[in-house]
């Protein structure tokens, strides 16, 4: 079983296990919420435009709404636990780990790091984690282009041949921060969910504001 399918596996029990009205790191999402967002972003295409296209929002709502009325909460989730249909892009071969590792793994943190008692960070696996930098290495541009300030990212307890420390630059910026911790935290800032991310900020105080202030943990 790949991480992405395991992620998958560990958040529908763990959606079963919290119910329909628990809360989540997506703003104004429930547990409900996120289980529709999963069916549409594999399923339905024409709601999926949403996810990528904000001005389509207003359709990924409308077929989120009509996803929770058409099947009990329990059922949702069942159909988020088996993957995609044979139609989906998603079900292609190989386009899962590409597509899903990302989405099921901070997703699953948005369930378990929500609420009045949020569960501590996971110790994952070292191929999961060095996969995770790998990725931060092609994306994290993308992924930091609205910050206001600089952003490195350091890989915490590993260092090159020189005894450097791995790093990222994520953004330019004359005021630097320098994000610490392991690639699976540090891939949770990338997506928006700074505050919940176990990572340790280094910078100028104003600068550090300024980049928690990219905290729009979102779909």
């Not at 296209?53 to 077929?63: C, Q, T």
Request: with cysteine; charged share 30%; hydrophobic share 40%.
């Amino acid at each position: 079983m790949t991480f992405a399918q395991s992620e998958r596996a560990e958040l529908a029990d763990l959606l079963d296990q919290v119910g329909p009205d628990a809360p989540t790191l997506c703003e104004g999402w429930d547990a409900h919420d996120l289980a529709a967002h999963l069916w549409i972003r594999e399923t339905d295409p024409v709601g999926a435009g949403g996810i990528v296209a904000k001005p389509l929002s207003g359709l990924l709502e409308r077929r989120m709404a009509e996803a929770k009325a058409r099947w009990p909460y329990a059922e949702l989730v069942d159909k988020v636990r088996n993957g995609p249909a044979r139609f989906s892009v998603f079900a292609i071969p190989g386009v899962d780990e590409g597509a899903n590792t990302i989405e099921y793994f901070v997703h699953h943190e948005d369930v378990r790091r929500a609420g009045s008692t949020p569960l501590e960070p996971r110790t994952l696996p070292e191929d999961v984690e060095g996969w995770l930098w790998r990725r931060l290495k092609l994306l994290a541009r993308a992924q930091f282009r609205r910050a206001k300030v600089g952003v490195v990212l350091e890989r915490a307890g590993v260092t090159d041949a020189d005894g450097r420390p791995e790093t990222i630059r994520a953004a330019a910026g004359t005021h630097i921060v320098t994000a610490v911790g392991s690639p699976s935290e540090l891939t949770l800032l990338a997506n928006g969910r700074t505050r919940a991310a176990d990572v340790r900020l280094v910078g100028e105080p104003d600068a550090v504001e300024e980049l928690l202030r990219l905290d729009q943990a979102d779909s």
